[in-house]
Structures are given as C-alpha cells and as structure tokens.
C-alpha cells in the first residue's frame, strides 16, 4: 500500500492532497493518514528538508515497493523520533518550502509517475 502521511492535515492543500489520491487511486491503491502508521512494517520515508534531493528515479524506485510511506510534518515539522524512525529522507525542493506545498509536490509527482508509468 502507498501512503502519503501529511501530520499537517488541515487547509486547502490538504483538500489538494485527497484529491490527488482520488486521481492516484485509479491506478493504484494509495491512502492519506494523518497520523504516522503503528505496528505496519512500511518503509518509511521521511520528507523533510535536511534530506537528500528527491530525483525522478528514486520516487520511481521507491514507489516500485509494495509498502510504503512518505511522512510529511506540520508547521512544526517532523517530530525527531518520528523522523529517526524513518528508513530514509528526502526533501523535495532545494529551497525551504511549507509542509504543505512539500505535500503538493509528492502527491504531484507521484501522480505523474503513476500515470505515465516510470
């Protein structure tokens, strides 16, 4: 299962963020949570700013596993347990951005992955 984890979950991009999962479901099963999943043997990957550009080819990578989740923070990020806890980090913009438009982003990118394929 693909999960999308935006601990931020209020606003309208939170609004964009369902939306794009109504699309993204179409092709293939994907969940927004608004809490970080317990006892789920995910892969988790964290979005977060101190991490490592995300490229194409690593979300098409990641996104080829079976389960797993990308955590996004809220206005106060991502709280440091919850992020060591992660298998990996990525950030999605070499600038700082919002929470918020980090989950536009992913959920963009992710669907355009999953509509084309690759």
Request: charged share 20%; aromatic share 4%.
């Amino acid at each position: 299962m693909l999960s999308i984890v935006h601990l931020g979950g209020g606003g309208k991009y939170a609004n964009y963020l369902k939306e794009a999962a109504k699309r993204i479901s179409r092709l293939r099963p994907i969940q927004v949570l608004t809490a970080t999943p317990t006892g789920t043997k995910s892969f988790r990957v964290a979005v977060h700013a101190s991490g490592e550009p995300l490229t194409r080819e690593e979300l098409t990578n990641l996104m080829a596993r079976d389960d797993i989740a990308f955590i996004i923070g809220d206005s106060r990020g991502i709280r440091p347990e919850v992020l060591s806890s992660c298998h990996a980090v990525y950030s999605v913009s070499p600038l700082p951005v919002s929470h918020q438009i980090e989950a536009a982003i992913l959920a963009e990118q992710i669907e355009q992955i999953a509509v084309n394929g690759q």
